[in-house]
């Protein structure tokens, strides 16, 4: 079983991908469709057998992989409960994901290269997921990147796509470096590959130090901290997470599958996964964890000042994943999965619900020319504003048990720097709450807006067309909060909306806003005993990862203010944008106007791209520059192929010059040289 579900994806991208000319769209998007739903039905029958009926762990050789002096390696599947909880988030939302994107891709001319591409990237996903050994799992990691470099870039005529694809590339390259020392490293200390038998043999290299410039260094925290370089590339944490937000370049499904369930949780998966090994070293877990919450308040600061809607919904992703890094690094990595695992549905949710609204308003994607759609689509409305209660942490759905279980754990850890990670992860807690809901006011809420777009404009002046999001230009990211320019209006409307009427989306797109919806909605009721509940997690888990039942039941301890003040920066952060986007929409002004070193600080997103620009881009550029021009160019060019075809050339020429076409020159040349041989002899 567990076969079919990895190889089925697989199988119908190759299928799409070379033959979709051949069976054409339908067919294409059908086999991919059908083999996802396949899938994800067999991870739901694996995941079910492992929460009611205490199924045990058990692994399935594919084949002897490689074997090279001391290292062998086999291609295995792995399957316990954490593959278990994994293969469910994967599937579900990538079968989810291809359903969507019948509708939202329906005109797209390469729609059989897209659902290829899907299915190639689930299936990295499953064999990352899967891995019985850490090259093994470097190869679903390398794969996973290699597809959403493909994605991100599906519309490769678009200069933008190409360079957020790139750039997604590029950094990812950084981090994977990090990882590949971490296993290099790990293969080192421990002789094998295989992950149970590192995790077995953990204790016996425990408190080991090598020297290092000098210094005795700590063998575990070197090797922990070296993956963790790899985890910080995939699940895009600060420092390595300018990739993130230009992915939004890709079409809206692919910013559901990357960045709600898939390739951002790779990180956090490894992290669980060798959770052991992470155990053994204070510093590594420190480092987790500072890093996790300093991430989760830099990309929730950045999102209150987005005006691209799945940019704000990209940064609220990055500041999730700083929530499940410092979950781990506080000792709950039970809470860090149930989070992951809640945090799919709902943030898959809102990307999705964001494709349907990009879609209802002619592809425009800039809040700032929204307003008072909640009457026009309403189920997208609803929808959204479901996922918005999860995200944001409502009573009884599904962030808010896997939100408050992590914040409760890190202030129950003890430790100085699991303090830290709750007072940030309160305060990131209510900026979440402020921006998710200026996004729901900005849409959903006021007056029409939509006259300032060009996007209406086409669709208002009879540009109909459905070409999809690519198209056109994003909205510009810098900006203000206020109501745009309606000077280009027609004039005979005067409500804001051009005479555009926005439309509800097709069943497709809708059918899977409500699964997501239903799960955003239950699923941390149904699974939160389950997953960080103290005798219940321990039997769910059944060492799959480090479970601290200690630390399960100080969670349950912990004093109330600390049980309250995830719902007290719920309710503050609705209130504050109700007060600025529905009461006194000029407060937004008011604070550009008087705080504007703030305020650009945040636009330009702390000045990280600007930074990497002056220190690593330019210099790079300018160091192939001058390798291309003086290096290879003038050296080596000058010097050996372009300098020896030169001197065929030039010699060439002065041979011709001897070549006239007249038999007498040849005679007398002829005439020269027997006097010259004569002469030569009779010196002799």
Same mark, same amino acid.
């Given at each position: 079983?567990?076969?079919?579900?990895?190889?089925? !994806?697989?199988?119908?991208?190759?299928?799409?991908?070379?033959?979709?000319?051949?069976?054409?769209?339908?067919?294409?998007? +059908?086999?991919?469709?059908?083999?996802?739903?396949?899938?994800?039905?067999?991870? @739901?029958?694996?995941?079910?057998?492992? @929460?009611?009926?205490?199924?045990?762990?058990?692994?399935?050789?594919?084949?002897? *992989?490689?074997?090279?002096? #001391?290292?062998?390696? &086999? *291609?295995?599947?792995?399957?316990?409960?954490?593959?278990?909880?994994?293969?469910?988030?994967?599937?579900?939302?990538?079968?989810?994901?291809?359903?969507?994107? *019948?509708?939202?891709?329906?005109?797209? !001319?390469?729609?059989?290269?897209?659902?290829?591409?899907?299915?190639?990237?689930? $299936?990295?996903?499953?064999?990352?997921?899967? %891995?019985?050994?850490?090259?093994?799992?470097?190869?679903? @990691?390398?794969?996973?990147?290699?597809?959403?470099?493909?994605?991100?870039? $599906? @519309?490769?005529?678009?200069?933008?796509?190409?360079?957020?694809?790139?750039?997604?590339?590029?950094?990812?390259?950084?981090?994977?470096?990090?990882?590949?020392?971490?296993?290099?490293?790990?293969?080192?200390?421990?002789?094998?590959?295989?992950?149970?038998?590192?995790?077995?043999?953990? !204790?016996? /290299?425990?408190? &080991?130090?090598?020297?290092?410039?000098?210094?005795?260094?700590?063998?575990?925290?070197?090797?922990?901290?070296?993956? $963790?370089?790899?985890?910080?590339?995939?699940?895009? &944490?600060?420092?390595? /997470?300018?990739?993130? !937000?230009?992915?939004?370049?890709?079409?809206?499904?692919?910013?559901?599958?990357?960045? %709600?369930?898939?390739?951002?949780?790779?990180?956090?998966?490894?992290?669980?996964?060798?959770?052991?090994? $992470?155990?053994?070293?204070?510093? +590594?877990?420190?480092?987790?964890?500072?890093?996790?919450?300093?991430?989760?308040?830099?990309? +929730?600061?950045?999102?209150?000042?987005? #005006?691209?809607?799945?940019?704000?919904?990209?940064?609220?992703?990055?500041?999730?994943?700083?929530?499940?890094?410092? %979950?781990?690094?506080?000792? %709950?990595?039970?809470?860090?999965?149930? /989070?992951?695992?809640? /945090?799919?549905?709902?943030?898959?949710?809102?990307?999705?619900?964001?494709?349907s609204v990009i879609h209802a308003m002619h592809h425009e994607q800039d809040m700032r020319f929204y307003g008072g759609l909640r009457k026009h689509i309403p189920i997208t409305f609803a929808l959204m504003t479901i996922g918005t209660l999860a995200l944001t942490g409502f009573f009884f759905t599904a962030g808010y048990y896997s939100k408050d279980a992590i914040l409760e754990a890190a202030f129950a850890s003890g430790t100085s720097h699991g303090q830290f990670a709750f007072f940030v992860g309160a305060l990131v807690a209510l900026l979440t709450s402020f921006y998710s809901w200026r996004l729901v006011f900005l849409t959903f809420f006021g007056k029409p807006r939509w006259a300032g777009s060009e996007h209406i404009q086409h669709a208002a002046h009879g540009d109909h067309g459905h070409g999809h999001d690519h198209a056109h230009d994003h909205a510009p990211d810098h900006g203000h909060d206020h109501a745009p320019d309606h000077a280009h209006a027609p004039a005979h409307h005067d409500d804001g909306t051009a005479g555009y009427h926005p439309h509800e989306s097709p069943l497709s797109m809708l059918i899977p806003l409500f699964v997501l919806g239903a799960g955003a909605l239950l699923a941390g009721w149904v699974w939160h005993e389950a997953f960080v509940g103290a005798e219940e997690g321990a039997a769910f888990w059944r060492g799959s990862l480090a479970f601290d039942t200690h630390l399960m039941h100080a969670l349950h301890d912990v004093p109330t203010w600390v049980v309250q003040a995830p719902t007290a920066a719920f309710f503050t952060g609705l209130a504050l944008a109700w007060l600025a986007y529905i009461k006194r929409p000029s407060i937004p002004l008011w604070w550009q106007a008087n705080v504007p070193a703030l305020y650009k600080f945040l636009v330009h997103k702390w000045y990280f791209d600007e930074l990497y620009n002056a220190i690593f881009v330019q210099p790079a550029q300018w160091l192939g520059r001058l390798f291309w021009k003086r290096g290879d160019q003038q050296t080596i060019d000058r010097f050996g192929p372009d300098g020896a075809a030169e001197l065929v050339t030039v010699g060439a020429g002065l041979a011709q010059r001897f070549q006239s076409g007249y038999v007498y020159s040849y005679a007398l040349v002829m005439l020269v040289g027997l006097a010259a041989a004569a002469a030569w002899m009779m010196g002799q």
């Open positions: 079983m567990i076969q079919l579900l990895v190889f089925l !994806p697989l199988l119908t991208a190759l299928v799409a991908g070379l033959g979709g000319r051949v069976i054409g769209h339908t067919a294409a998007k +059908a086999i991919t469709t059908g083999g996802l739903f396949v899938s994800a039905a067999l991870a @739901w029958v694996i995941f079910v057998g492992f @929460w009611l009926d205490g199924a045990a762990g058990y692994t399935v050789p594919v084949l002897d *992989w490689i074997e090279s002096g #001391n290292l062998s390696v &086999q *291609w295995a599947l792995k399957v316990d409960t954490l593959t278990a909880v994994m293969l469910v988030v994967v599937t579900s939302v990538a079968a989810l994901v291809h359903l969507y994107s *019948w509708g939202y891709m329906e005109e797209d !001319p390469s729609q059989s290269r897209f659902f290829a591409y899907l299915s190639l990237f689930t $299936f990295a996903m499953l064999m990352l997921v899967t %891995a019985d050994n850490l090259v093994q799992m470097f190869f679903g @990691w390398e794969g996973v990147g290699l597809a959403s470099y493909l994605l991100i870039g $599906f @519309w490769y005529t678009k200069p933008s796509a190409n360079a957020a694809a790139i750039k997604a590339f590029v950094v990812n390259r950084v981090g994977d470096f990090g990882f590949s020392l971490g296993i290099f490293g790990t293969f080192l200390v421990f002789g094998t590959v295989s992950i149970d038998a590192i995790l077995a043999a953990v !204790p016996l /290299h425990s408190g &080991q130090t090598f020297s290092f410039l000098g210094s005795q260094v700590d063998v575990m925290t070197c090797l922990c901290l070296l993956l $963790f370089v790899g985890a910080c590339g995939k699940s895009a &944490q600060l420092g390595l /997470h300018t990739w993130l !937000p230009d992915a939004m370049e890709g079409p809206t499904p692919v910013s559901a599958l990357i960045h %709600a369930a898939t390739m951002v949780t790779a990180g956090v998966f490894m992290v669980c996964r060798l959770s052991p090994m $992470f155990e053994a070293s204070e510093t +590594a877990l420190m480092v987790v964890t500072i890093v996790g919450a300093s991430t989760s308040l830099f990309a +929730a600061s950045v999102g209150m000042v987005q #005006n691209d809607i799945k940019r704000v919904i990209a940064y609220s992703t990055c500041s999730q994943l700083g929530y499940m890094f410092f %979950a781990a690094g506080s000792g %709950a990595y039970g809470a860090a999965m149930f /989070h992951l695992f809640t /945090h799919a549905f709902f943030k898959a949710l809102l990307f999705l619900g964001a494709g």
